[in-house]
C-alpha cells in the first residue's frame, strides 16, 4: 500500500515539474521574441549603452559632413571645369578666327587701290596693316592669311590663285581710327607708295561693319609637327 502512494507521489511531481519547466519555456520564449532586453540591463549597462549611442550618433554626424564637403567640393570643381570649358572655346573660337579658317565680321576700313601698283608694294601695304593691329584682311574678297602673298607684275596682279582688277580693295578689321592714322600719317606707306608709283591712287574709308570669308588654303603644314 505504502509503495502505491509513493509511486503516486512520484507521478504528481513529476508532472507538476514538467508543468513548471514548460511554464518557463513560454516565458523564455516570449522574453527573447518580444521584449528588448533593456530590462534585463542593469543601470550601469544602460549608461553605457547610451554613451555608445552618443558616440556612434557623433561619428555619424562627421562622415555626413564630410561627404557634404565632398560633394560641395565636387559641384565647386564641376563649376570650374564648365568655366574652363568655356574659356578653351573661346580661345579657341578666336584662334580659328585669328587664322582665317573661320568666316568674320567687324569694324574696320576699305582701301581702294587704284593703278600700276607693283606687287611689293601691294604687299607692303598688307604688312603696314598687321603692324597697325588689323584682326583680319583680305583683298578683292579673299582672306589673307599667313603665307598669302601678292604676285605678278603691275596690272597683273593676283593673290591666292585670283587675279585682282584695277582698282582692288582691301579690307581690314580692326580699329579703324588707328589704322587710318598709320596708312595715312606723313613718311607712311601711302605717301611712299604714292612717291615711288604716282600713277597710283589709293582711298581709304572707314567702314561699320566688313565681313571676310575663311580661306581655302590648307594651313596643314607639311614638314613641322606641333611639339608641346
Known sequence: MSHSLRSGRNQVTLALVAVLLGVLLVVQLRAQSGGTGLETLSAQDLSDLVA??????????????????????LTAAQARGDSSLGQLQSDLARVRAW????PVAG??????????????????LLNELRNAGAE??????????????????PGGLSIEDTALADPFEVDA????????????????????VKATFPGV????????????????????????????
Open 52 to 73: 555608445n549611442l552618443n558616440t556612434r550618433n557623433d561619428q555619424l554626424r562627421v562622415e555626413v559632413a564630410t561627404t557634404q564637403a565632398q560633394l560641395d567640393g
Open 99 to 102: 587664322a582665317g579658317l573661320v
Open 107 to 124: 569694324p574696320g576700313i576699305r582701301i581702294d587701290v587704284a593703278g600700276p601698283i607693283s606687287s611689293i608694294a601691294a604687299d607692303d
Open 136 to 153: 583680319a584682311l583680305g583683298v578683292a574678297g579673299v582672306r589673307v592669311v599667313p603665307g598669302s602673298v601678292i604676285g605678278g607684275d
Open 173 to 192: 578689321i580692326g580699329n579703324g581710327p588707328t589704322l587710318t592714322g598709320s596708312l595715312t600719317r606723313a613718311g607712311g606707306i601711302i605717301a611712299q
Open 201 to 228: 591712287t589709293i582711298t581709304v574709308t572707314p567702314i561699320d561693319m566688313i565681313g571676310l570669308p575663311a580661306t581655302t588654303r590648307s594651313l596643314v603644314p607639311s614638314h613641322a609637327i606641333p611639339r608641346l
